[in-house]
C-alpha cells in the first residue's frame, strides 16, 4: 500500500530563516506531487504541483520554491520566511492521470 | 464569488442523528467531485469520490451529486462522535488541473 511522509511535524522559524521542509511516498512510482498551505478556518491553496522529476508548476507566486529531485520526494523551501508564511503545509500524491489525492499528515509551520 | 461554497458550521448534531453536509459550485465543467474528512491538526482523508450525476453509498455514507443544480452532498447515517471532524468537498473538471476546494464545515457530534 501507499504511504506519505511529512517532516518535520512542527515548525517554529524567526522572520527572515530558510525553511525546508520534505515529503516522501512509498509504495507507488512516477506519482503526481502537491503542496498545499492551508491557513486557520480556511480552504487549501494549492502552491506546487509536479508531475515528474524536474518538473514543478508554480499555482501562486511568492517567496517560496519546490523541487523534486527524486521521484518520490517533493521539498518545499524558502530562503526567507515571511510572517504570512505561517500555516499548516500538506503534501499530496495523485496517480499519474488520476484525480483522486491523498494527504499526508502536514507540518505545521509557525513564523515569529 | 468562490468556484465553491461550503457553509463552515459548526454543525453540531446529537450522536445517532443523520449529519447533512453541502456543497454548491458554479463551474458546469466539475465532473468529479470528493469528500475528505479532516480531524483536527491532521491532513485531510478522501471519503468518497464520484464522477457525475447520482448518489454512492458506502457503509454510513453517502454522496449526492445533482449537476444540473451545481449541488453536492455527504450524508453521514448514524453519527458517533469519532465523526466529530472537517469535511471538505473537492471537485475537478476531469482533465489535468488543480482540484478545486470548499472551505470545510466542521462537524461536532455530542455523545
Known amino acids: 500500500s501507499q504511504t506519505i511522509h511529512q517532516w518535520p511535524a512542527t515548525l517554529v522559524q524567526p522572520v527572515g530563516s530558510p525553511l525546508s521542509l520534505e515529503c516522501t511516498v512509498e509504495?507507488?512510482?512516477?506519482?503526481?506531487l502537491y503542496w498545499y498551505r492551508q491557513a486557520a478556518g480556511r480552504g487549501l491553496q494549492l502552491l506546487f504541483y509536479?508531475?515528474?522529476?524536474?518538473?514543478i508548476s508554480s499555482e501562486v507566486p511568492q517567496n517560496l520554491s519546490a523541487s523534486r529531485p527524486q521521484d518520490r520526494q517533493f521539498i518545499l523551501s524558502s530562503k526567507k520566511l515571511l510572517l504570512s508564511d505561517s500555516g499548516f503545509y500538506l503534501c499530496?500524491?495523485?496517480?499519474?492521470?488520476?484525480?483522486?489525492?491523498?494527504f499526508g499528515p502536514g507540518t505545521r509551520l509557525t513564523v515569529t | 464569488q468562490k468556484e465553491v461554497e461550503q457553509d463552515p458550521g459548526p454543525l453540531s448534531v446529537p450522536e445517532g442523528a443523520i449529519v447533512s453536509l453541502n456543497c454548491t459550485y458554479s463551474?458546469?465543467?466539475?465532473?468529479?467531485f470528493m469528500w475528505y474528512r479532516q480531524y483536527s491538526r491532521k491532513g485531510p482523508e478522501l471519503l468518497m469520490y464520484?464522477?457525475?450525476?447520482g448518489n454512492k453509498e458506502d457503509g454510513r455514507f453517502t454522496a449526492q451529486v445533482d449537476k444540473s443544480s451545481k449541488y453536492i452532498s455527504l450524508f453521514i447515517r448514524d453519527s458517533q462522535p469519532s465523526d466529530s471532524a472537517t469535511y471538505l468537498c473537492?471537485?475537478?473538471?476531469?482533465?489535468?488541473?488543480?482540484?478545486?476546494f470548499g472551505a470545510g464545515t466542521q462537524v461536532v457530534v455530542t455523545p
Open positions: 499530496a500524491w495523485s496517480t499519474s492521470g488520476a484525480n483522486e489525492q491523498y
Open positions: 509504495g507507488t512510482s512516477n506519482p503526481n
Open positions: 509536479s508531475v515528474g522529476i524536474g518538473q
Open positions: 463551474n458546469s465543467a466539475f465532473q468529479y
Open positions: 464520484t464522477y457525475s450525476s
Open positions: 473537492a471537485m475537478h473538471v476531469g482533465s489535468w488541473g488543480k482540484l478545486q
